[in-house]
């Protein structure tokens, strides 16, 4: 890994995230008001808040795709009607707070985590900033724009990981809420004005949608007087708008054409089940010994980097997961009520593309048809045991959590510790036999030359791989050969390229 | 011994063993965590030689390519069983070789890495295939454009120190790696030695806990041979200019250089310059204010000092609306730094800089890991943990006058390499 030569290094003055220590937890609704959770933690000299809606994408109005995510961001980071955004962000600089602002298909987020020197400063500036939005039109020009570029520009042009993605997310969820960016579409954004914002923020942003948290060292009766804050908000809004099933759109490929040195390809399909689910928890541990996030011990990581040397990682995924900053952890409080499988092989060479595809999609079938191994059951149940330990550190990634729980009904780290130890490897397979379908699969991959790679998945022929490099094991060239023609779900009808440059236009 | 008022605020332990190799534990209240950091002082800096750039990231992949005792596969058994988080990092300056797990897990960890630290032994195959991962860690980089403009703006920035080269390398080098196999070893047999590692244990440890391991199972490990020099950078004489062209979409963009001093406790520059960093690009500038929030022609300004072993560079970045504006953009940053080498700053907005400082830093010691992080850096930079006292004591004495000097002093335009990106594509 390296450590960004660029700005990030810089240091000192750059803000990171903030401190830990034991909390009970709480949550409940103020007899008039949002609910709310809090996690004390007395002896912590630093004070977390966040301040989820349960407003997403999922919610956008029909042709104005990043309506929430706009919403959002004219409140997070923009004018008061008290302060400018300039003025806000003078506020902010001497405590060295930062408002972040982020969304998903169904919240969006806004937190922060400030020294208890400045909590009530930074309380104030964060409630004037959600319940008292300036709306102001250089606020709305600079953040639609800022929105189309990134569609336009950096998606389409400096992140083929996350170009990959999110053409997967479209692929598997097309006709569905979820299927759009979170950001918006070119055209949607371009049809969203500064009334559309106003109208979806009194109709959305009501306080049966809210949950607030605090968590840290603050001191006694602030959660209650903060939340108490957002009683000025209309009490109910416009019911949640239901999402329907993920469509099945099995065995589709999608490519998008760019310039690119290597293919990014994501694979994946919808999955029926949450955290609200006993069998998520099974399939959780499937999923980890699959390849868990960013760690070197996942079945294709092992077979794909470390024994053939084809990329640089290779994970897998049962729920949505956005990786938090310099963390290795998820993010938190990116709830959904539809999940999906996810298999991610980071930037691939062409020439080995086709081969990685099918390792992956051989890996996954041997654990559908044979399940997982004893020993691999064991360890990995092992690993989530203690690793689960990792995953809430500090006061914002625990009130991260608790905020998750009391949406899903279920703390998922509490979830895990409680069913591991007597999880069954009978019910982990299960749970794999009933939830992952190979032939449900959905494939996006970025690539400079689609027609060649279209043309070779579709050939019917083995893709056997060349190694430019010497003494590969026999046993794995042996494996190659059954991996090289490993039958590919893909039919010409259903492989489709679009290049890069009209992705996410509409 | 720290006192609570100190930047880093927690008492530590240090201990040198007889071979060179130094251990600091910082006791922090994590109830049953560790983090354990090993710090190689060593990173692309150190590619001194023809062909090599790139090697010590490569290193630290083969740093987890096994021993006779803990093959890769016995290594990461250990580590999947511990439930830890493992991985590491390469930067310039060093190699960071980092494990966060529970407090019981220490013995197993301070013996796994001890083990890999002093008996790496690899194969031909497994070195040859762990180069073509490196070489997909680049291609994962290369649809950034900030990879391509780091490249060409270290490249051009210098002549003689392997500065020269980002840590990930040149791509010609990364693809001749898997034919490097005895440069390896001779790499590990230069650097990977205890007087070129600083262990830092951070958590729910007592230095009593973790010094009779690390003696134990670091003590017979032997020193290295001499090193090879880094080569001194001339001064820059004339400005560079580099255009990069770009394939497809993008925000223009426009990224300079400003040559900057070394790390050092002792002068007010490197602090300075941290406190100029903030008047001119932190969000609320004048210069944020006007070409991000009023005029609206940058979506992004941004620009910093960092901390190195050598002189090294004050980066700016601007991603540019549109392409006719980057001339402005340019001069109106020049225009903004000519202003605070001649007027300084006020009282006021230098007091806000230094309470941002103080309060950024605190929220940076949040948990094990982060304290160990930000330790880290100072060791491999300066060798004690005490440097971070110092050097905030430091930026706590910067003056107008000294901003308004480090301004006039670096920021001139002979001192600067500037990389613009131009996109092809709208």
């Given amino acids: 890994m390296l450590l960004s030569i660029a700005l990030a290094a810089a240091g000192v003055l750059a803000s990171r995230r903030p401190a830990a220590a034991s909390p009970s937890q709480r949550a409940a609704a103020l007899p008039r008001g949002p609910r709310t959770v809090k996690l004390p933690s007395p002896d912590n000299p630093l004070v977390a808040i966040r301040l989820l809606f349960q407003i997403g994408a999922a919610d956008d109005p029909a042709g104005k795709d990043g309506m929430a995510a706009l919403t959002a961001a004219m409140l997070g980071s923009a004018g008061t009607q008290r302060r400018s955004w300039a003025e806000v962000l003078d506020a902010l600089y001497p405590m060295a707070a930062e408002i972040q602002t982020y969304g998903d298909k169904d919240a969006l987020v806004f937190e922060g985590t400030v020294h208890r020197d400045n909590l009530a400063a930074f309380a104030e500036l964060l409630a004037e900033q959600i319940l008292t939005p300036r709306f102001a039109d250089e606020d709305f020009t600079r953040h639609r724009q800022d929105a189309m570029d990134f569609i336009s520009k950096t998606l389409r042009g400096n992140d083929d990981e996350d170009l990959g993605k999110q053409a997967l997310a479209a692929l598997m969820f097309k006709g569905h809420p979820y299927g759009h960016p979170t950001a918006g579409t070119v055209a949607g954004l371009q049809t969203i004005t500064l009334a559309d914002v106003r109208r979806f923020y009194a109709s959305m942003f009501t306080q049966d949608r809210l949950i607030v948290g605090v968590a840290g060292g603050y001191p006694d009766g602030f959660p209650e007087s903060f939340a108490a804050r957002f009683s000025a908000l209309p009490a109910r809004g416009k019911p949640q708008r239901k999402v329907p099933p993920a469509p099945a759109h099995g065995g589709e490929v999608l490519i998008v054409e760019k310039d690119a040195r290597a293919n990014a390809v994501s694979i994946g399909h919808p999955l029926d089940i949450t955290r ?15 390849g868990e996030h960013r760690t070197f011990n996942g079945q294709l990581m092992v077979e794909l980097r470390q024994k053939r040397g084809l990329n640089y990682g290779d994970y897998a995924y049962v729920e949505n997961f956005i990786q938090d900053g310099g963390t290795t952890f998820p993010l938190t409080n990116i709830t ?22 099918r390792g992956a999609l051989f890996e996954l079938d041997k654990l559908v048809r044979e399940g997982i191994p004893a020993e691999g059951f064991q360890a990995t149940r092992e690993f989530l045991l203690h690793y689960v330990d990792l995953w809430a550190q500090d006061p914002s990634r625990r009130l991260g959590y608790a905020i998750d729980a009391l949406i899903y009904g279920k703390d998922i780290i509490a979830e895990l510790k409680a069913r591991l130890p007597s999880m069954t490897k009978v019910q982990v397979d299960r749970a794999i036999r009933k939830h992952l379908d190979p032939r449900r699969l959905t494939i996006a991959i970025v690539s400079d030359d ?11 022929k ?4 060349t190694y430019d490099t010497q003494d590969t094991p026999a046993e794995v060239l042996a494996q190659d050969k059954s991996i090289a023609g490993f039958p590919l779900p893909i039919t010409a009808s259903r492989i489709k390229i679009v290049p890069a440059g009209v992705m996410f236009e509409k | 011994m720290t006192s609570q008022k100190s930047a880093f605020p927690f008492a530590f332990a240090e201990k040198v063993l007889g071979n060179g190799l130094r251990i600091f534990v910082v006791p922090y209240d994590s109830p049953g965590l560790v983090a354990y950091y090993s710090v190689v002082r060593t990173g692309s800096r150190n590619e001194v030689e023809p062909g090599k750039s790139g090697f010590a990231h490569f290193f630290e992949h083969m740093m987890f390519r096994g021993t006779e005792r803990y093959s890769t596969e016995r290594y990461n058994a250990e580590i999947k069983a511990m439930g830890a988080d493992s991985n590491a990092f390469t930067a310039e300056d060093m190699t960071v070789f980092h494990i966060l797990a529970g407090k019981s897990a220490l013995a197993k960890v301070v013996e796994i890495e001890a083990d890999r630290f002093q008996n790496l032994k690899y194969d031909d195959a497994s070195f040859q295939k762990e180069a073509r991962a490196v070489l997909g860690e680049y291609n994962k980089g290369s649809s950034d454009p900030m ?12 002549v003689a120190h392997s500065y020269k080269h980002t840590t990930i390398g040149f791509l010609r080098d990364i693809e001749n790696m898997p034919h490097q196999f005895d440069y390896s070893r001779q790499f590990f047999d230069r650097y990977y030695r205890p007087d070129n ?28 041979p001499a090193r090879p020099p880094v080569p001194v950078e001339p001064p820059q004489m004339l400005e560079e200019r580099i255009t990069v062209p ?48 009023d005029e609206q022609k940058v979506e992004t300004l941004e620009g910093s000092a960092g901390r190195h072993v050598d002189p090294n560079l004050f980066l700016v970045l601007a991603r540019v609306k549109q392409s006719q504006d980057m001339a402005t953009v340019e001069s109106t940053i020049d225009k903004e730094i000519a202003r605070i080498a001649a007027q300084g700053v006020d009282e006021k907005t230098l007091g806000e800089v230094l309470s941002h400082a103080r309060y950024a830093f605190a929220a940076q010691l949040s948990t094990p890991d982060h304290v160990a992080l930000v330790g880290a850096e100072f060791l491999a930079l300066d060798g004690r943990l005490s440097a971070i006292d110092e050097y905030f004591a430091r930026l706590a004495q910067v003056t107008s006058a000294d901003v308004q000097r480090v301004a006039r002093t670096y920021f001139t335009p002979r001192n600067r390499t500037v990389v613009t990106l131009q996109p092809e594509a709208p």
Avoid: C, N
């Avoid at chain 2, 001093?261 to 001119?280: I, R």
């Fill in chain 1, 276 to 290: 609200v689910d006993d069998d998520f928890y099974s399939l959780f541990l499937a999923g980890s010994y699959l």
């Fill in chain 1, 336 to 357: 959904r009520r539809q999940q999906h499988f996810e298999i991610w092989l980071r930037p691939l060479a062409p020439k080995t593309t086709a081969f990685a595809i």
């Fill in chain 1, 450 to 460: 689609a027609k060649a790679l279209r043309a070779e998945l579709l050939s019917g």
């Fill in chain 1, 462 to 465: 083995p893709t056997p791989i």
């Fill in chain 2, 147 to 158: 990879q391509k403009m780091e490249e060409a703006l270290y490249d051009h920035a210098f």
């Fill in chain 2, 197 to 224: 590692v600083i262990l830092l244990v951070v958590g729910d440890v007592t230095a009593d806990a973790v010094v009779p391991l690390v003696e134990k199972a670091y003590g017979a490990w032997a020193r290295g």
């Fill in chain 2, 246 to 293: 770009w394939k497809g979409a993008s925000l223009p963009m426009l990224f300079v250089g400003y040559r900057t001093p070394a790390f050092s406790t002792k002068s007010l520059d490197g602090p300075a310059l941290e406190v100029l960093g903030e008047l001119l690009f932190a969000e609320r500038s004048r210069l944020h204010k006007q070409l991000v929030l």
